[in-house]
Antibody, heavy 118, light 110 residues
Framework: QVQLVQSGAEVKRPGASVKLSCKAS????????IHWVRQAPGQRLEWMGW????????KYSQKFQDRFALTKDTSATTVYMELSSLTSEDTAVYYC???????????WGQGALVAVSS | QSALTQPASVSGSPGQSITISCTGT?????????VSWYQQHPGKIPKLIIS???NRPSGVSNRFSGSKSGNTASLTISGLQAEDEADYYC??????????FGTGTKVTVL
């Protein structure tokens, strides 16, 4: 069965960076994109970007363009998300999700809380 | 890219039907048949319930249906049940920023 397992919760100081992982299993890793979506407390879902697990090309939301990066390790079937220059507004649950074909998020990771506080 | 517009809340009695709207523009909802809907119970992960405007993934109740007219997509829940009480989000592919979610709708079963 398709599974996306994310790394655990993080607590960061303002200005720091955070790197989260998302390990995929149960399907051919390189066939699908992996997206990242975040949800601040009590707020809506917000799309951040995707990476092609096959080719490694990426597309990021303009909102995060300058401080957001997605990478992958095909041998480990894992995608990494790094967000830098953190502020309190980045406090949220971060989800990875598989990009279903043609255009939906069909499987989701369990989410990882990132708390930014001084 | 602004979020797609959804009503903040919709309510209905058990057995009734309710409809949630999702309004965008010609660069997202109106331009592509790539609208999907997600159900999220409190403290839980989102669950895909409708893809490509009106397709229901395997295992999703046929009480959920989707449609689209112009720049507005809609999710209808028929035969409302207590377990349908949750937050619902639409999403669309866009020509500008790739993907955008809606503002979210809280469904209350009276």
């Amino acid at each position: 069965q398709v599974q996306l397992v994310q790394s655990g919760a993080e607590v960061k100081r303002p200005g720091a960076s955070v790197k989260l992982s998302c390990k995929a299993s149960g399907y051919t890793f390189t066939t699908y994109n992996i997206h990242w979506v975040r949800q601040a407390p009590g707020q809506r879902l917000e799309w951040m970007g995707w990476i092609s697990a096959g080719y490694g090309n990426t597309k990021y939301s303009q909102k995060f363009q300058d401080r957001f990066a997605l990478t992958k390790d095909t041998s480990a079937t894992t995608v990494y998300m790094e967000l830098s220059s953190l502020t309190s507004e980045d406090t949220a649950v971060y989800y990875c999700a598989r990009g279903g074909i043609p255009a939906m998020f069909d499987y989701w990771g369990q989410g990882a809380l990132v708390a930014v506080s001084s | 890219q602004s979020a797609l517009t959804q009503p903040a809340s919709v309510s209905g009695s058990p057995g009734q039907s309710i409809t949630i709207s999702c309004t965008g523009t010609s660069t997202d909802v109106g331009g592509y048949n790539y609208v999907s809907w997600y159900q999220q119970h409190p403290g839980k992960i989102p669950k895909l319930i409708i893809s490509d405007v009106s397709n229901r993934p395997s295992g999703v109740s046929n009480r959920f249906s989707g449609s689209k007219s112009g720049n507005t997509a809609s999710l209808t829940i028929s035969g409302l049940q207590a377990e349908d009480e949750a937050d619902y989000y639409c999403s669309s592919y866009t020509s500008t920023t790739a993907y955008v979610f809606g503002t979210g709708t809280k469904v209350t079963v009276l």
